[in-house]
């Protein structure tokens, strides 16, 4: 059995830096810190706009306890955003959020970076 016995291939990877060390998993004060972040964020995005209607969403970003709580209030913020600012702005300011989710929720959520092609 060969669990972590080096090889060429190995070594050759690793000098090339394919074989980066994995950073440390955030401290639970660093996450509460981005999740702030997140939430400060999309509050400055609907504070832009008119209040009416965007109450209960804020109310739902407000009490997000977790990265995972605000990545579903996007759908909500892209249509509250839509709304006067059209749907191509409001795409590009959530996409903006986008990668400030990594390391908050599964990795398997986040696009890939491929998207869609177009003909």
Known sequence: MRHSKPT?????????????????????????????????????????????????LMHRILCAQDGLALWYCRSELMQALSRWRGEADAAATVAALTPLFKGLVPDGMLPTGSGMRRR
């Open 8 to 56: 060429l291939r190995n070594s050759f990877f690793g000098w090339l830096g394919g074989a980066e060390p994995t950073a440390a998993p955030d401290t639970p004060e660093r996450t509460q810190q981005r999740i702030a972040v997140l939430r400060a964020r999309m509050f400055r995005e609907l504070g832009q706009g008119p209040v009416a209607g965007t109450s209960a």
